[in-house]
C-alpha cells in the first residue's frame, strides 16, 4: 500500500519559513515526479513545484513561489521536502504532495496526472 505523510506545516509570522516534509512509503519515488500542491480555503488544488527524483532537470516552480520555494529530496529516505522562505499571508493553504508515476511533464502542476496522494498539511501565514 503507498502511503503519503506530509509533516513540517504549521502557523508562522509573514517573512518566515517552515520546511515541509513528505515520506512515501510502498513506492520508490526514484524517476516519478514528485509534487507539491496546496489548496488555500475555497480555492482550487493548485501546483507549487514538482521534480523527476533522481533526474538532472530542474526543478519545476509556480511562478508565485519562484525565488522562495526550494524543492529537494533524500534518494536514500524516499522522502522529499519543500523548503519555504519570505513566506507570505497568501501562502496560507493546506499542503499536499503527490507522486506520478512517470517523469514529469510540462503538465506537471495539473493534479489529475498524479496517482498517489498524501492526506495534507496545515500552512497558516499570519500578516
Known amino acids: 500500500q503507498v502511503q503519503l505523510v506530509e509533516s513540517g506545516g504549521g502557523s508562522v509570522a509573514a517573512g518566515g519559513s517552515l520546511r515541509l516534509s513528505c515520506s512515501v512509503s510502498?513506492?520508490?519515488?526514484?524517476?516519478?515526479?514528485v509534487g507539491w500542491f496546496r489548496q488555500p480555503p475555497g480555492k482550487e488544488r493548485e501546483g507549487v513545484a514538482a521534480k523527476t527524483i533522481g533526474s538532472f532537470s530542474a526543478a519545476y516552480y509556480a511562478d508565485s513561489v519562484k525565488g522562495r520555494f526550494t524543492f529537494s529530496q533524500d534518494n536514500n529516505k524516499n522522502t522529499v521536502y519543500l523548503q519555504m522562505s519570505s513566506l507570505r499571508a497568501e501562502d496560507t493553504a493546506m499542503y499536499y504532495c503527490a507522486v506520478n508515476r512517470g517523469a514529469c511533464a510540462g503538465t506537471w502542476s495539473s493534479a489529475r496526472r498524479y496517482d498517489y496522494w498524501g492526506q495534507g498539511i496545515q500552512v497558516t501565514v499570519s500578516s
Open positions: 510502498g513506492y520508490s519515488i526514484g524517476w516519478n515526479c
